[in-house]
T-cell receptor
Framework: AQRVTQPEKLLSVFKGAPVELKCNYS??????LFWYVQYSRQRLQLLLR??SRESIKGFTADLNKGETSFHLKKPFAQEEDSAMYYC???????????????FGQGTILTVHP | KAGVTQTPRYLIKTRGQQVTLSCSPI?????VSWYQQTPGQGLQFLFE???????NKGNFPGRFSGRQFSNSRSEMNVSTLELGDSALYLC?????????????FGSGTRLTVV
């Protein structure tokens, strides 16, 4: 069984401060990890995929298989980063995920001016 | 290009009734998944369809069902509605699976059961 844990329900930082949203997972296979973001009154949208190792809107996330973590980081937070962030894991069998994403409970990030 | 479209946006139903929700995926996407989002349980996977076949199913009772048409459009049905079925139902589409691509979500259908 797979599980995703986001230990912080709420996270507040000031503009310009570094931010780290934590995500830990448990999965016996080789995981695919994602970060999704939901801005106020907008749909859930993909922010990062671990497999692409990209930086989006200044955010990065590194998969640490030893610690089973996929923390989301940004060196200088902006007010427009305020949103709900979800970490998600895709399980796969034989290279196909069969569409199932397991989500964490989400972290509400508030960036104060 | 058009995103994932879900209709209707809002629904109010009475306990015991049934409801059908619709999802039109992004053109060319063949995989459609459904999720239930509630404040208490968060986002939970319902089922996934690919080329008109259900490939995966979450831990929901048989009252929850779905189907996919040849044009990849999908519907989900909930029969004998219960108060606890009140939730935001999200549809997501992908080329063929979450691996390497991620899913694109619709805005959801807000179902209220009274």
């Amino acid at each position: 069984a797979q599980r995703v844990t986001q230990p912080e329900k709420l996270l507040s930082v000031f503009k310009g401060a570094p931010v780290e949203l934590k995500c830990n997972y448990s999965y016996s296979g080789s995981p695919e990890l994602f970060w999704y973001v939901q801005y106020s009154r907008q749909r859930l949208q993909l922010l990062l995929r671990h497999i692409s190792r990209e930086s989006i809107k200044g955010f990065t996330a590194d998969l640490n298989k030893g610690e089973t973590s996929f923390h989301l980081k940004k060196p200088f937070a902006q007010e427009e980063d305020s949103a709900m962030y979800y970490c998600a894991l895709s399980s796969n069998a034989g290279g196909t995920s069969y569409g199932k994403l397991t989500f964490g409970q989400g972290t509400i990030l508030t960036v104060h001016p | 290009k058009a995103g994932v479209t879900q209709t209707p946006r809002y629904l109010i139903k009475t306990r015991g009734q049934q409801v059908t929700l619709s999802c039109s995926p992004i053109s060319g996407h063949r995989s459609v998944s459904w999720y239930q989002q509630t404040p208490g349980q968060g986002l939970q996977f319902l089922f996934e369809y690919f080329s008109e076949t259900q490939r995966n199913k979450g831990n929901f009772p048989g009252r929850f069902s779905g189907r996919q048409f040849s044009n990849s459009r999908s519907e989900m049905n909930v029969s004998t509605l219960e108060l606890g079925d009140s939730a935001l139902y999200l549809c997501a589409s992908s080329l063929g699976g979450a691996r390497s691509y991620g899913y694109t979500f619709g805005s959801g259908t807000r179902l209220t059961v009274v």
